[in-house]
C-alpha cells in the first residue's frame, strides 16, 4: 500500500468528498452554503467553495469564519451573510458583507435591519451585550430560553437542550429591556419566569 501524506491526501479526499455532496444539494435548486465549522466539525475553505460557486444554483455562503473569510469572497464577488452576529455590523460595512443570517434578529429585527441597511456603530454597540449574552451556551438555548420569557413561544425545551439558569434568565431580562421592549414584536412584556415554567421532552 502506497503511503500518503497525513497532511495533503486525506484533505484532498475529504474536499472533494464536499463539493460532491454540495454539488449533489445545488442540483435540487438555489441553496446557500452554510459553513458553521462550529456546528459541522468541518472548514469549507475558500479553495473548496470557488470549485462550486460557478454552479447555477449557488446563491451564496453564510459564513461563520470571519472578517478576512468574509472579505476573501467580497473581492471575488461572492455574495455573503456574515454567520456571526457580533460581527455582522462590522463585515457589512467594512469587508464587503452583504447581510446576516442572525439569532438576534428574531428578538430585534428591526435594529438589526437597521444595522445592515447602514452604519449603525451606536446600535451596535447597544445590542452587543445582548448578543454575548445569547450564546453563552450553544445556540437556540440562549434564543429561545428570552423568547419563552418575552412570550413569544411556548416554555418547551427538546432535551438535551435546557432553559438558562435564574440568574442569566434574569440578566437576559434587563439586557433586553435596557435595549428597549418596543424593538420586540408582538411585545408582551418580559418574565422572569420559574424552572417550574418550563418543559422539557424527548424526542426519541
Known amino acids: 500500500m502506497r503511503w500518503l501524506p497525513p497532511s495533503c491526501e486525506p484533505r484532498r479526499r ?29 472548514d469549507i475553505s475558500v479553495e473548496t467553495m470557488l470549485q462550486i ?41 467594512e469587508a464587503g458583507c452583504n447581510g446576516v ?5 428574531n428578538l430585534i429585527p428591526g435594529l438589526f435591519s437597521q444595522m445592515m441597511k447602514e452604519p449603525s456603530y451606536d446600535v ?17 438555548i440562549g434564543v429561545n430560553t428570552l423568547m419563552m420569557q418575552l412570550g413569544l413561544c411556548q416554555p418547551v425545551f427538546r432535551l438535551p437542550y435546557v432553559q438558562y439558569d435564574a440568574e442569566m434568565r434574569a440578566k437576559g431580562k434587563a439586557l433586553i429591556e435596557a ?26
Not at 424593538?183 to 426519541?204: I, Q, S, T
Request: glycine residues 10%.
Open 14 to 42: 475529504c474536499a472533494q468528498g464536499v463539493i460532491a455532496h454540495l454539488t449533489s444539494a445545488l442540483d435540487f435548486g438555489p441553496t446557500i452554503i452554510y459553513n458553521v465549522p462550529g456546528r459541522t466539525g468541518q
Open 53 to 93: 460557486a460557478d454552479h447555477p444554483n449557488f446563491a451564496g455562503v453564510k459564513e461563520c469564519m470571519g472578517r478576512e473569510r468574509i472579505q476573501a469572497y467580497s473581492d471575488r464577488n461572492i455574495i455573503t451573510w456574515s454567520g456571526n452576529d457580533d460581527e455582522c455590523h462590522e463585515t457589512r460595512h
Open 124 to 140: 451596535a454597540s447597544d445590542v452587543a451585550g445582548l448578543v454575548d449574552w445569547l450564546f453563552v451556551e450553544p445556540n437556540p
Open 179 to 204: 435595549i428597549g421592549l418596543e424593538n420586540v414584536p408582538g411585545n408582551k412584556g418580559c418574565e422572569l419566569m420559574a424552572d417550574g415554567d418550563f418543559l422539557h421532552c424527548a424526542d426519541f
Open 101 to 105: 443570517i442572525s439569532v438576534t434578529a
